[in-house]
C-alpha cells in the first residue's frame, strides 16, 4: 500500500534535492558575479600615485591633476594636394636664402619660465616683457599628466576656451616686447595619450600598459604611431607661434620593474631614440631641444635612456641642471658646440628670482 504520510521518506528526499540544487545556483550564481566584477575591475581600477581610482571611461582617461576629461586623440589627415603641371626651366634658379639661419635661431639664451598659474595676471606678464635680462619665456604647454595648457585642434577639449584665448594673447604679447616665445613639451611620460592610443603605448609582457614607479605611462619610441601624434602636435605648437621647443622625458624609461616590458627592439635604444628625434625635428621649421636626464651625469651618450648630446645640438640645444654645466666636458664631448649656445644650464641664483618657481625655471647659455 503506498505511504501517503507527511514525511515519508520520498517527500524528505525531494525536499532535499531542491534545496541542494537552490543552495548550487546561489553558490555559482555568487561565482558569475565575482567573476564580472574581477573583470569590471581589471578594466576600469587605475593606478595613480596618489592611490587607485575607479576610471568609469578608461579610453578618455580622467586627469588626475584637475580632474577634466581628455578625450582621445584624434589626427586629422591633411587632404593631398593636387599635383600642378611642371612647368619648364630655361635656366638654373638659385634658391632664395632662408629667412634665418639655425645659428641665428640658437642665439644665446637666456629665458624665464611663465608661472602658468599666473597667466591671468597683467601685472605679471608685463614684468616678464619688460625683464631686460632675458631674451625669451618658456612655457609649459604638456606636462605628464598629458593634459595641454591649450585647446588643440588635434586634441580637442585639452583647455578652456578662456585659458587659450589668455595664452595666445600673451604668447602675441611677448613677442610685441621682442622676447622669443619657447613651448615645453613631456615627450614620451604620459599619463593621458597611452589610454585612448594604445598603439603608441608601452606594453608589459601580457599586452597591458606599463606603468613606471609612479604609476605612469610611456609612449613607445620605438613605434610609428609615436612618431605621428608627436608631430601633430608639434606642426600645431609651431602654427602657434612659438620659436622653439624644449622637450623633457624624451628617453626610454629607466623606473620601475622595466624587465616587464615587451620591447620590439629595445637594444639600439641611442639608435631608435635618434632615429625618432631627426623625424620630429625635420617635420617642423623650429628647432627642437632636448633636457638631458640628470641621472646620466658625464656621458654625452647614455645606452640606457637612449640619450644622446651629438644629435640634439646638431640643430638644436640639450638643458643640463646647472650642477651639471661644465664647459670643459661638453667641450670635449660635443665638439666645441658649447661656445655656440647649443648647451642650456637650468636654474639660478639671482637675488631678484626668490621663488622656488622663477630660479629653477631660469634658462641661460654661456
Known amino acids: 500500500m503506498k505511504n501517503n ?18 543552495i548550487l545556483g546561489i553558490v555559482l550564481g555568487i561565482l558569475l558575479i565575482a567573476f564580472v566584477l574581477y573583470m569590471w575591475m ?4 587605475v593606478f595613480h ?15 588626475r591633476d584637475d580632474g577634466q576629461d ?42 624665464r619660465t611663465l608661472v602658468f598659474d599666473r597667466i591671468g595676471d597683467d601685472e605679471y606678464i608685463s614684468s616678464l616683457c619688460s625683464d631686460e635680462s632675458v631674451n625669451a619665456v ?28 589668455r595664452l595666445r594673447t600673451v604668447i602675441g604679447t611677448l613677442h610685441d616686447s621682442g622676447k622669443k616665445v619657447i613651448g615645453r613639451v613631456s615627450a614620451l611620460r604620459d599619463n593621458m595619450l597611452p589610454f585612448a592610443r594604445e598603439d603608441c603605448a608601452v606594453l608589459d609582457e601580457d599586452g597591458d600598459i606599463w606603468r ?3 604609476g605612469i605611462p610611456w609612449l613607445d619610441p620605438e613605434k610609428e604611431a609615436t612618431g605621428d601624434v608627436l608631430i601633430a602636435l608639434l606642426t600645431e605648437i609651431e602654427q602657434m607661434g612659438f620659436d622653439e621647443v624644449f622637450l623633457y622625458s624624451f628617453e626610454y624609461p629607466t623606473s620601475g620593474i622595466v624587465r616587464q616590458i615587451h620591447w620590439e627592439d629595445g637594444v639600439e635604444r641611442v639608435a ?26 658625464d656621458k654625452a651618450e647614455d645606452s640606457d635612456t637612449g640619450q644622446h648630446a651629438a644629435t640634439y645640438t646638431e640643430k638644436g640645444r640639450i638643458a643640463v641642471p646647472l650642477s651639471q654645466n661644465d664647459p670643459d666636458k661638453w667641450n670635449a664631448a660635443l665638439e666645441g658646440v658649447y661656445a655656440t649656445g647649443r648647451i642650456i644650464p637650468r636654474g639660478t641664483d639671482r637675488d631678484d628670482l626668490e621663488s622656488y618657481a622663477d630660479q629653477s625655471g631660469f634658462w641661460q647659455t654661456a
Open 138 to 165: 618658456v612655457i609649459l604647454l604638456k606636462n605628464t599628466s598629458g593634459r595641454l595648457s591649450y585647446r588643440s585642434g588635434v586634441w580637442t577639449g585639452s583647455s578652456s576656451e578662456d585659458t587659450d584665448t
Open 49 to 63: 600615485t596618489d592611490g587607485v581610482h575607479v576610471d568609469l571611461f578608461p579610453v578618455f582617461h580622467e586627469n
Open 70 to 111: 581628455m578625450p582621445a586623440l584624434v589626427i586629422e589627415e591633411p587632404a593631398e594636394p593636387e599635383p600642378e603641371p611642371a612647368e619648364p626651366v630655361t635656366e638654373p634658379v638659385e634658391p632664395e636664402p632662408a629667412e634665418t639661419s639655425w645659428e641665428e635661431d640658437l642665439a644665446p639664451l637666456r629665458a
Open 5 to 22: 504520510l507527511p514525511g515519508s521518506f520520498t517527500e524528505v528526499r525531494n525536499v532535499f534535492k531542491k534545496r541542494l540544487l537552490l
Open 272 to 297: 631608435n631614440l635618434d632615429k625618432l628625434f631627426i623625424r620630429l625635428r625635420d617635420a617642423v621649421k623650429i628647432p627642437l631641444s632636448v633636457e638631458w636626464n640628470s641621472a646620466i651625469g
Open 212 to 214: 613606471d614607479d609612479g
Open 42 to 45: 581589471d578594466e576600469h581600477l
